[in-house]
């Protein structure tokens, strides 16, 4: 039996019912020790022990051949591609967090003893360690709960400051909801708002771009790489445009950072919004990067002690950011195997479903676009019955804020998908930890139960009979 947790790194059993882990890596290096708790008795024949392999990645389909799978005491679960949504917690990060959930547990706001000036010390170490990842001074990072507190400060945070000088802000029809919201937030309060639309591609025409500015704009906010079809925006040129007018550019790259390089100088970025847990980090933590030279002034959205530069007050959670900070380092180590290894199992997956499917689309551009992030539309089956069909595998039917809605996805309506398209797409989300054989596994799940679902279906007969769908007039009732 093997089990990954890491690049390259595969533990080995000496019994195959051997299949817990614990004590798993320090961030800093490869396991030193593992500790194996069996889960049957067979294992105790071999008093649990586990050896360490880092030579020798064994093959997956071989390993996980006929063994039930028992992680932290869970049986049966789905394979997880679904890395859009979150990502699970890197053992190495683990590691990094452990010790401030148990012994340093001291507020790093308290100067007057030692437990607060041990929290300080990690808490600082950590906003280096998320600064280093995209060029930036450690003074610029400012911790926040996650992404959507980083766009409602930043949105919400320049547009009131400047308010008496300017009330202009543009944005994308393609944004996460909680840009969208904050925009129209800021349209209650008497701003002016521009709503750009995106090309059939998903990305912006910088043309209309340069028209949408005006005078009274203050804030551009365009995120680098969109959550539900992957599509990266031309970042570098948007913020080139920005800076030559004298606007504030902010984006969300909670889908970027750590995935693909980013350097906020290079990019004319003045802020930029971040996201711990899609990057292999906790969930509750992110950050806000907000350039002190030009100086970008903010107005707190609310009201506290003050904490980091007043512009986020509350106490700094030293377990979250210390754990944050791990996963960004650990990115920025293993950025460049990670989008080579996800670029060829993109690949594979692609390939996979072209060389069996017909009417197949994949929403967004196939280039300018995040490798991990395959959005595809399945034409004549529904993408619910699809879901359901696969329920041995987690992905999602849009995006984890607004699949719960039996609206199609407002994402694909503004690339002009049709609403049958829209519904009948899948989002497959490939991050560090999938395997070659979760990706054949899932290509092949989806084939079939593609030409199942095709098989049920009446337009899909209509289609392969050469009828033309669009020249029909249905009948209202």
């Known amino acids: 039996m093997a089990f990954r947790i890491a690049r390259g790194a595969w533990i080995k059993w000496m019994n ?5 882990h614990q004590n798993l890596s320090p961030v800093s290096s490869k396991p030193n020790s593992f500790t194996c708790r069996a889960v049957s008795s067979e294992s105790f024949q071999n ?52 010790p401030y959930l148990t012994s340093f547990y001291g507020n790093p706001h308290s100067r007057t003893h030692a437990y607060g000036w041990e929290s300080e ?23 926040t709960s996650g992404a959507t507190e980083s766009n409602n400060i930043a949105i919400k945070g320049v547009a009131r400051f400047y308010k008496s000088k300017k009330k202009h802000v543009i944005t994308t029809q393609i944004e996460h909801k909680c840009v969208l919201d904050s925009c129209r937030a800021l349209e209650a309060e008497g701003f002016k708002v521009t709503y750009l639309p995106v090309q059939q591609n998903g990305i912006i025409d910088l043309d209309q771009f340069k028209e949408a500015i005006t005078p009274e704009t203050s804030l551009v906010s ?28 902010h984006t969300d790259a ?16 003045d802020l930029m919004s971040i996201s711990g847990h899609k990057i292999y980090g906790p969930k509750g933590v992110g950050a806000l990067y907000a350039r002190r030279r030009p100086r970008v002034r903010l107005e707190p959205i609310f009201s506290g002690g003050g904490q980091e530069r007043g512009i986020r007050s509350g106490t ?35 390939n996979l479903i072209d060389s069996e499917l017909t009417h197949v689309i994949r929403n967004g551009d196939a280039v300018e676009c995040y490798p991990g992030c395959v959005n595809i539309s399945f034409a004549y089956i529904e993408g619910e019955s699809l879901l359901m069909a696969l329920k041995d595998i987690a ?32 989002r497959f989300g490939i991050g560090r930890f999938t395997t070659e054989a979760e990706v054949d596994y899932t290509a092949d799940k989806c084939i079939r139960h593609v030409k199942r679902l095709r098989e049920m279906s009446p ?11 669009k020249a029909i007039k249905w009948s209202q009732h």
């Not at 049966?76 to 917690?89: F, K, V, W």
């Open 47 to 98: 008093g649990g022990k586990c050896f360490r392999n880092y030579s020798t990645v064994i093959n997956p389909e071989q390993a996980f051949e006929g063994v039930t799978i028992t992680i932290d005491g869970v049986e049966g679960r789905p394979l997880y591609l679904d890395a859009q949504a979150t990502t699970s917690l890197d053992p190495r990060v683990l590691d990094a967090m452990l």
């Open 121 to 143: 010390k990690a808490m600082e170490t950590a906003r280096k360690q998320v600064a280093d990842l995209i060029g930036a001074d450690p003074k610029e990072i400012v911790f």
């Open 222 to 249: 365009i995120m680098t790489v969109n959550n539900e079809i992957g599509v990266k925006q031309p970042v570098v040129e948007i913020g080139k445009i920005c800076r030559e007018n004298k606007i504030f550019f």
């Open 254 to 269: 909670a889908q970027a950072v750590g995935k693909i390089p980013m350097d906020v100088n290079e990019m004319n970025i």
């Open 16 to 20: 195959p019912s051997v299949i817990h």
């Open 395 to 426: 992905l999602s039917s849009g995006s984890a804020c607004t699949s719960a809605s039996l609206e199609p996805s407002y994402v694909l309506r503004a690339i002009g998908a049709d609403e049958d398209l829209a519904h009948s797409s899948i």
């Open 459 to 469: 337009l899909w007969e209509m289609v392969q009979e050469g009828v033309d769908l």
């Open 316 to 350: 700094v959670p030293t377990p979250l950011v210390v754990g944050f900070g791990a996963a960004c380092a650990v990115s920025q180590e293993e950025m460049a195997y990670d989008i080579k290894r996800i670029t060829g199992l993109s690949n594979r997956f692609c």
